[in-house]
């Protein structure tokens, strides 16, 4: 991805007469005229950091708020909900009463389908506001889905108003108001959809796709620079502390002005600094070479930016990218949920039966996605130039009734090395554990998929999978069949359940491994594990693993 010189593209194009001789076009249209208030100031909000060197989540220490809201305590939530959203507002309101006052089941149904089609349009009306300021019925509506709190029980009502509203542990782990804020200020990217074919003639749209791609460049070489810093940090840290441990000497008892020669231990520690020398001669090497791929990129990306000005100004971030990022959320919102699920949009005491910790708030969410790590170690891992780099996907938490976690995309389009991938999970599902595996499953078989390439059908984890899949003849889709036994794996097989198949077992074991606990575990407690410990050994020694 970074050769150290300029993109074709970008070079070409820049070589291009970019300025266009057609006429200006009519002026953006005033979104502020779509509501009935004039949007506040936006409000940012800080995307977290990627570390490619954390090594794992934080511990949950508080999982509900020492001071619980009282937002559902007030009697103008409902009406402050819908105030300011115009017709579709008073819409919803309507198709509400009808639904809830009919006694004829048949009506009901007819009620319920309008009121699913009527909420949405009026979520994507809410979700234009989020780079403002929302008034707490608005963000609670987006959030958890409750449009009105007489429709919970005061267990429901005391739940959700106990629950942290701000990110306090600073993971990459979204709800929905935070989710559309982030991209309508232009923090986090649309998630990708169905490109649309521009005309070649189209400079200036041509140059800001150029832009967006030299930006992710840029970003993966930063975070690759970052990466074998800390590397080459902790190299000399290492060296530090064997140097000290050769600098001890003690005195000879029968010559006290000379010092003892240097003792076995101390012996080995000369070995393993000349190890690490060679280490540091090696990373500093590597720093160099991905600095000059970040210069580059960073020079690439000054230049465009310099264009677009010249061009007069880009494609800029506002109400038009929330609008496109809602139409991507409601499809992960179906997906989650499936043809047969609940597609309810609205949180009510009829549907919502979950136990706390099966509620996909931020915080279980962070300690579902703690266990599956401390038995799939390699769950978030990607390599790039021989390297493993943990990358923790963004987590979108969607209020629906799904059941089933999905991987929306395993990376970004413009930066494959370090970007995040996108993860949506339902709120309300039956099992919370099946939802953050089935989300996991997808994100791994995806970035497996995309990392083989043309050869997914026979190479890795993919490969392996697909021709074990295709020898039994099985119908249906493959990566369904991978995620319902990357879920058995995860709950059955790590405790030495078998349920797996015998050649899937020996996939899963060297593609998806187990902590070394978990193996270490597992191979005193059957023969089956034990000989595929023992292969493990006998790769490694080959060098072949």
């Given amino acids: 991805m970074f050769q150290g010189e300029m993109d074709p593209e970008i070079a070409a194009l820049l070589g291009a007469d970019t300025k266009s001789s057609a006429p200006a076009g009519p002026p953006p249209p005033d979104y502020s005229k779509l509501f009935d208030e004039p949007i506040e100031d936006f409000e940012t909000i800080e995307e977290s950091e990627l570390n490619l060197n954390s090594g794992g989540f934080p511990e949950v220490t508080k999982r509900f708020s020492d001071t619980p809201h009282r937002a559902f305590d007030d009697p103008q939530y409902y009406k402050q909900a819908l105030s300011g959203e115009g017709d579709i507002a008073q819409r919803v309101h309507t198709i509400l009463q009808k639904y809830i006052n009919t006694k004829d089941p048949k009506d009901r149904s007819v009620y319920r389908q309008q009121i699913i089609t009527a909420f949405w349009d009026f979520l994507a009306n809410v979700a234009r506001k989020t780079p403002g300021k929302l008034p707490d019925s608005k963000k609670y509506l987006l959030r958890f889905g409750i449009l009105h709190p007489s429709f919970l029980d005061p267990g429901g009502k005391a739940f959700f108003s106990k629950l942290v509203v ?75 502390d064997r140097v000290q441990l050769v600098m001890e000497h003690f005195p000879l008892d029968e010559v006290p002005e000379v010092h003892a020669c240097y003792s076995d231990s101390q012996k080995r520690v000369i070995g393993e600094i000349q190890e690490i020398l060679k280490n540091l001669t090696k990373s500093d090497r590597e720093l160099e070479l991905f600095l000059k791929d970040f210069y580059q990129a960073d020079t690439d990306v000054r230049t465009l930016m310099d264009k677009v000005e010249e061009d007069g100004g880009g494609v800029s971030v506002d109400i038009r990218a929330v609008d496109t990022e809602f139409d991507t959320v409601r499809q992960m919102a179906k997906l989650t949920i499936g043809r047969q699920g609940n597609h309810f949009p609205i949180m009510t005491k009829e549907y919502f039966h979950c136990t706390p910790n099966e509620v996909a708030f931020r915080e279980n969410v962070i300690s579902q996605l703690t266990w599956v790590e401390s038995i799939d170690p390699e769950a978030f891992c990607r390599s790039y130039k021989n390297r493993q780099n943990r990358i923790v996907p963004y987590v979108v938490l969607i209020p629906s009734y799904g059941d089933l976690g999905i991987c929306w995309e395993p990376f970004d389009r413009f930066n494959r090395a370090t970007s995040r991938g996108r993860i949506a999970l339902p709120m309300y599902p039956k099992s919370l554990a099946l939802a953050v595996l089935a989300a996991v499953a997808d ?18 984890l993919t490969g392996n999978y ?48 187990f902590s070394k606990e978990v193996k270490e575990k597992l191979k005193d407690r059957s023969y089956t594990y034990q000989d595929l410990y023992q292969r493990d050994i006998n790769r490694s020694l080959s060098d072949g693993y």
């Avoid at 994100?443 to 890795?460: C, D, I, P």
């Fill in 466 to 513: 697909y021709q074990w899949f295709t020898s039994r003849k099985l119908k249906g889709d493959v990566k369904e069949y991978f995620i319902q036994d990357y879920i058995v794996w995860m709950t059955k097989e790590s405790d030495a359940i078998q349920k797996l198949d015998k050649e899937v077992r020996g996939i899963f074991w060297r593609y998806v491994p």
């Fill in 443 to 460: 994100l791994r078989w995806q970035v497996a998929k995309e990392k083989a390439s043309y050869y997914w059908m026979e190479e890795g």
């Fill in 166 to 240: 701000d990110n306090e542990l600073a993971q990459p782990i979204y709800y929905l108001d935070e989710w559309f804020r982030a991209v309508g200020t232009g923090v986090i990217r649309n998630s990708s959809t169905d490109e649309v074919r521009i005309a070649k003639n189209n400079t200036q749209i041509r140059m800001q796709q150029l832009l967006e791609k030299a930006e992710g460049k840029r970003e993966g070489a930063k975070g690759l620079l970052k990466a074998k810093d800390e590397e080459r940090l902790n190299l000399e840290r290492a060296l530090l």
